[in-house]
């Protein structure tokens, strides 16, 4: 998150660095205050997929093997982007995007020895609820806005991003013996840890906006970003899944 924050302040400053004096743009006069802009939207990502996380751990002489299934959902996205006009209607801009947390369940399924025969496996199930997942980005874009009304303008966007995925992860749990003829086991006391990776990707969009007055108006936001995260699993690999998704928001459009 740090250096998703340092990425976006910086975007930010060499934005002011490049913006020059005020600039009348031609067209609509809702555009006449229009060398910079400012959004801020609220809206939801939507990305949803199930994957696997594999670990092991030595038990009775013998190696047990488990799988956790983890998920990532569709949930509140919280948006911000600023940028400049650089040349005609070419603009640069920057934004943070966030999305909410989400909560979900995550499904342990395990294979332990036998206390007291060799390769004979017992299977075993558990779930562990308030599994939490939450993720960002950010993404700079390069983009050229049309003129399709007095009012309205279209800008289409893209360039590189930055995605961040926050997850909650089976690392353990307890192997719970029901006694002779120990011919089944239960699962306990699972936990997780949190792990947060990053990774490069990219983004396009469109970005509509209606002026109600020379410096604000309302806008819709539709952008679609791609990454891949790789997270780390108890058997000591990593697991990659994908970070980003479909962004839709609704919010305010100001100008100056």
């Not at 400012?38 to 990502?45: I, L, R, S």
């Not at 874009?141 to 089976?170: C, E, K, N, Y």
Request: overall charge positive; some cysteine; proline content about 5%.
């Amino acid at each position: 998150m740090n250096q998703a924050r340092a990425l976006f302040l910086w975007s930010c400053v060499a934005l002011l660095t490049l913006t020059p004096g005020p600039a009348r743009a031609q067209g609509s006069p809702a555009a006449a205050v229009d060398h910079s802009y400012v959004n801020v939207d609220g809206g939801v990502q939507s990305q949803s997929q199930t994957f696997t996380i594999p670990g092991q751990f030595a038990i009775y002489d013998e190696t047990a093997t488990f799988s956790a299934t983890a998920k990532t959902k569709s949930g509140g996205l919280f948006n911000v982007e600023g940028g400049a006009r650089v040349w005609r209607n070419l603009f640069i801009g920057v934004a943070y995007a966030y999305r909410l947390k989400t909560t979900s369940s995550s499904t342990v399924s395990a294979s332990v020895p036998h206390p007291l025969f060799y390769d004979m496996p017992r299977e075993a199930s558990a779930t562990a609820s308030g599994v939490e997942n939450t993720g960002y980005g950010v993404h700079i874009s390069v983009g050229w806005r049309f003129d399709v009304a007095r009012h309205m303008d279209v800008r289409i966007f893209g360039g590189p991003s930055v995605f961040g995925v926050t997850q909650d992860l089976v690392n353990s749990f307890d192997v719970q013996e029901t006694g002779p003829p120990f011919s089944t086991v239960s699962l306990t006391n699972v936990t997780t840890t949190r792990e947060t990776k990053t990774a490069a990707g990219f983004h396009v969009g469109l970005d509509g906006a209606y002026m109600i007055t020379r410096s604000a108006g309302i806008g819709l936001l539709l952008r679609y970003g791609h990454g891949r995260v790789k997270l780390p699993t108890p058997a000591g690999g990593t697991v990659a899944i994908d970070a980003g998704g479909f962004d839709a928001g609704l919010g305010a459009r100001i100008r100056f």
